[in-house]
Every structure is written in structure tokens, then in C-alpha cells.
């Protein structure tokens, strides 16, 4: 293909060319997206069928797991269906559509972290006092920020990719990533690496600092409870958060805040496989396996679903 040429379609590599190893990505993928969509759907539920739980912590979590839900079906089902019907193209458009939601419910998913971290800050340094702070009109405030600033920062991304041209259609990953994109083209692309760090940077570091910021004095709220199981009993309304941060930050600093000396096609598609799949796969179990209360309406939801009964 010459250079400057516009094009229409992309083709998707995918994760491997050998066949072997498709047929096992494949199935590990579909189990990875089956297992994640399950549990973050069964989270949902439980939370809205059951009222001790319609509380704020809770509504973060919900929107929590919806945005894992809408994260992995981004990118997942376009991969499995073009495995099973032997189709690797996708349409320039459908390309930046991808984009766009890929990058919004990642930077939403960022920004809702350092909100649940906000929460936990008050309800266990200010308990007095949280009822009053953590208002339904706040916490819509907390929800709806993060979704409203993701949606902007993609439209940027989005509309500043529309307008570069492409050497070459074939896309070494398997979804529409941004920086695979600017790889790609012919174009003057200096302008998309800079908002990549300076719209993405933010995000993931402002959202970051927030969390570390709000966890100092919990820390030290913690330590000072006398007893350790008050300890212990305090920290985990938090542990899973951490463990969720922890997942959550690690995968996305190893895709996007590498020095681009050290990428490599290989690992980028690795972290990003942990990033897309496995994370938001784990999220409900972090948080089911150490929360009793929501282990507790899970139990009431299936005791109440004939078809769980039978089984």
C-alpha cells in the first residue's frame, strides 16, 4: 500500500498466527470474558436485590462492575467472532468506535477507583460524619464525573485519529489500540503521542495520587485502633480495593507509561491481555471472597432462583 493512501479496513492480527496456539487463546478468552461477565453481572444484582447493600460504597461498586462488563465487551466479542468466522478486517470506522469506547471505560474505570478510595477515606476517618458528606446528589456527582471526563478525553483521541492517513492496514494487536494506531501511520503523529501522555498522564496519575492521598490517613486510622481484629475488621473494608488498585494500575502503567524504548509488540499485547481480560475477571472475586455482606446476597440471590436450586 503507498504512502498516504486512505483506508478503509484494518486488518487485526490478532494475538498469535500459529493455530495452536489461536485455538487455546481462544478458549482461554472466551472462558476469561464468560467467567468476568458472570461475576460482575451476579455482583450487580446481588447489590440491587438487596437493600442492606443500597448504600455508597455499594453504588461504586455496582458502576464498577458495569464498567468491567463494558470494558472487556469493547474488544473480546470482535475477537472471538472473528476467530470463529475466519474474518481479521475491521471497518475504519468501527475501528475508531472501538477506540473510543476502549479508551472512555478505561479512563472512567480510573477515575471511579479514586472516588471508591474518597469513600472509604470517609467512612472510616469521618464516620460521623459520612452519612451527611456522601449525599445521593454526591455520589451521582462522583459517578458521573469519571463517565462525562472519559467521554471527552476519547472524543479528543478519537477525532485527532480520524484525521491522520495509514501506511499499512495491518494492526499487530487484536482490537483498534491507540498507540498500535499511531504506529501505523504515515502521518506527522507528534501531536497524538503528546495528548497520549498529557490526557492519559492525568487519568491514571491525578486518580493514583487521589488513592494514595486518601489512604495515608486510613493507615494511620487503622494503627491506631487498640485491638487487631478492630484493625483487621477496619483495613478489609479497603483490602479489596487495594488489591483491585493494585491490578488495575499495574497493567495499565505496563501498556502506556513504558518508555517507548522498552515496547515491544510482545509485551504490550501481554500487559494489555491482563489489562483487558484478567483484571476486570478478577475484580468481583477480590471483592466477593472478602466482603460477607455481599458473599451473604449472593447467597439470598441464588437461594431465591429455582434454575440455582436444581443445580
Known amino acids: 500500500m503507498d504512502n498516504q493512501t486512505q483506508v478503509f479496513k484494518f486488518t487485526l492480527l490478532g494475538l498469535s498466527v500459529q493455530p495452536l496456539q489461536r485455538q487455546v487463546l481462544f478458549s482461554l478468552s472466551f472462558s476469561l470474558y464468560l467467567i468476568g461477565c458472570l461475576g460482575n453481572l451476579l455482583t450487580i444484582l446481588a447489590i440491587i436485590s438487596d437493600p442492606h447493600l443500597h448504600s455508597p460504597m455499594y453504588f461504586f461498586l455496582s458502576n464498577l462492575s458495569l464498567l468491567d462488563i463494558c470494558f472487556t465487551s469493547t474488544t473480546i466479542p470482535k475477537m472471538l467472532v472473528n476467530h470463529l468466522c475466519g474474518l481479521t478486517t475491521i471497518s475504519f470506522s468501527a475501528c475508531l468506535a472501538q477506540m473510543y469506547f476502549f479508551i472512555t471505560f478505561g479512563a472512567a474505570d480510573s477515575i471511579l477507583l479514586s472516588a471508591m478510595a474518597y469513600d472509604r477515606y470517609l467512612a472510616i476517618c469521618c464516620p460521623l460524619h ?22 471527552l478525553i476519547s472524543m479528543v483521541h478519537t477525532i485527532l485519529m480520524s484525521r491522520l492517513s495509514f501506511c499499512t492496514n495491518r494492526i499487530p494487536h487484536f482490537f483498534c489500540d491507540i498507540n498500535a494506531l499511531i504506529k ?12 497520549v501522555l498529557v ?13 494514595m492521598v486518601s489512604y495515608t490517613p486510613i493507615a494511620v486510622a487503622v494503627w491506631k485502633v487498640p485491638s487487631v481484629q478492630g484493625r483487621w475488621k477496619a483495613f478489609s473494608t479497603c483490602g479489596s480495593h487495594l488489591c483491585v488498585v493494585c491490578l488495575f494500575y499495574g497493567t495499565i ?23 483487558t481480560m484478567v483484571t476486570p475477571m478478577l475484580n468481583p472475586f477480590i471483592y466477593s471472597l472478602r466482603n460477607r455482606d455481599l458473599k451473604g446476597a449472593l447467597k439470598k440471590l441464588f437461594s431465591r432462583n429455582p434454575f440455582a436450586q436444581r443445580l
Not at 496519575?205 to 488513592?211: G, R, Y
Not at 502503567?253 to 489489562?275: C, E, K
Open 199 to 211: 490526557l492519559g498522564g492525568p487519568v491514571v496519575l491525578i486518580s493514583f495520587v487521589c488513592i
Open 253 to 275: 502503567i505496563g501498556v502506556y507509561f513504558n518508555p517507548v524504548s522498552i515496547h515491544t509488540t510482545q509485551r504490550d499485547m501481554v500487559a494489555t491481555v491482563m489489562h
Open 184 to 195: 501505523l501511520s504515515c502521518s506527522d503523529t507528534q501531536v497524538n503521542k503528546i495528548l
Open 130 to 151: 459520612y452519612t451527611t458528606i456522601m449525599s445521593i446528589l454526591r455520589c451521582v456527582l462522583l459517578v458521573g464525573i469519571p463517565w462525562i471526563s472519559a467521554n
